[in-house]
């Protein structure tokens, strides 16, 4: 546990939603910051520009993608936000997503239908989770027309991997873009960006990529780059996709250019990425058996689907529960910080696995909820 920036006192269950650093790490961010405290007009003027390609040169590699077509986000909302408000939607367009959509990609979406008279139509997931159903739904309505389709790779409340690279190729397959929201993937799978279908792809590196926070990409087809536009207009609004990202104003570059380090930090401490994905795999499936039997629940999530992240059904009596009212008892009575989401009719409590999880916060999470559920009756 030292290793990680965690204070030693949380009994933090939610590393999908900010993820958490290795001190190594924060200690590079922190030099990066120094070095332009120490020197604005060398580190902004001069030399940025050429330290950051760098640094999305070594990202890219790092996920299999092509360096001219990524560049660096402050998060996945951001990078989402600026491929819906550079696509030209227009009154009756239709954007099909998945009812586990993010919920801020969500009201994202429906702003820009406001704005452009096009429609949002939401594909159900039902739950227990079935992936060849899934494909079924959302190609009939890609096939009753689409201008746009956003795919979540893993859903966040639900945490379940979605078979997205084949529905991608399919989907383009029909002629319509495809937006992957990736905020989960980088660091969790392995990824060759480069080989995958898809016009846009959204992820973040400060979740599973162990980078500081505000560090995320977005990867850009070929066709795509010229017309893929930052959110700010900045000096190089025209100058092409990297250079007008990468300045949309002054700002603070340190976790950008601190985050192919931080990806080789965690990929180091934690002997490899295949090491920390399969105990990551075993992790969520042992909590998933474990939480399921004491719950008397069954579990949603089939094998293809497994993630880091674990989300389980909560006991019959605490379905109707208010999540929020249900984090809070588990914060502020057992100092469990968990997130739990109602989906698809189903209530469910959301476990991420990481080398920082501590296995007595799992057990005592399992007894607070049976705990919370003996007091509802
Ligand atoms: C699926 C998904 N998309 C997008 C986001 C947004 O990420 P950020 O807050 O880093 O922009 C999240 C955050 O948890 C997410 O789970």
Redo the contacts with the bound molecule.
């Keep these: 546990m030292h290793h990680w920036s965690l204070s030693t006192q949380s009994r933090f269950l939610n590393h ?3 993820g958490a650093r290795l001190r190594h790490t924060v200690a590079c961010q922190q030099r990066h910051a120094a070095e332009i405290e120490a020197d604005p007009m060398r580190m902004l003027t001069d030399q940025l520009e050429a330290k950051l390609d760098a640094a999305r040169c070594g990202i890219a590699q790092r996920l299999g993608a092509d360096p001219e077509g990524l560049v660096f986000c ?7 936000e600026s491929v819906l408000r550079s696509l030209p939607l227009g009154c009756g367009d239709r954007v099909v997503c998945l009812g586990h ?2 919920n ?2 969500r009201q994202a979406l429906k702003r820009r239908c406001q704005e452009t008279g096009a429609v949002a139509v939401e594909v159900p997931v039902s739950l227990p989770f079935d992936p060849m159903k899934l494909e079924q739904a959302v190609m009939a309505e890609v096939q009753a027309g689409a201008s746009l389709c956003i795919l ?6 639900s945490a379940l991997r979605m078979p997205w690279t084949s529905l991608a190729a399919q989907i383009k397959a029909c002629g319509v873009p495809v937006l992957v ?4 993937v980088p660091g969790q799978d392995p990824l060759a960006l480069r080989e995958l279908e898809y016009d846009w792809f ?1 992820g ?1 590196l ?2 599973w990529g162990g980078a500081p926070l505000g560090a ?1 990409i977005l990867a850009a087809a070929p066709d795509r780059r010229d017309d893929t536009f930052a959110l700010l207009t900045s000096h190089h609004w025209e100058e092409g996709m990297t250079r007008s990202f990468h300045w949309t104003g002054t700002r603070d570059w340190s976790p950008w250019l601190t985050a192919p380090e931080a990806w080789d930090h965690l990929e180091d401490f934690s002997g490899g990425w295949d090491a920390l994905r399969e105990y990551q795999r075993q992790g969520s499936q042992a909590v998933d058996e474990a939480l399921t039997m004491a719950f008397g629940t069954q579990s949603m999530t089939p094998e293809a689907a497994r993630t880091a992240m674990c989300s389980v059904p909560l006991p019959a009596c605490l379905q109707s529960i208010d999540c929020e009212t249900l984090e809070r008892v588990l914060e502020q009575r057992f100092g469990l910080r968990v997130p739990v989401h109602a989906l698809s009719n189903c209530t469910m409590v959301r476990v991420s696995v990481h080398l920082h999880t501590d296995i007595e916060d799992i057990i005592a999470l399992g007894e607070a909820i049976l705990a919370c559920a003996q007091e509802q009756g």
């Design positions: 999908g939603s900010y402050e998060n996945a909302s951001t990078a989402i959509v993010y801020a990609v979540d790779a893993i859903t966040s409340g929201d990736g905020a989960h959204a973040n400060h979740k995320a």
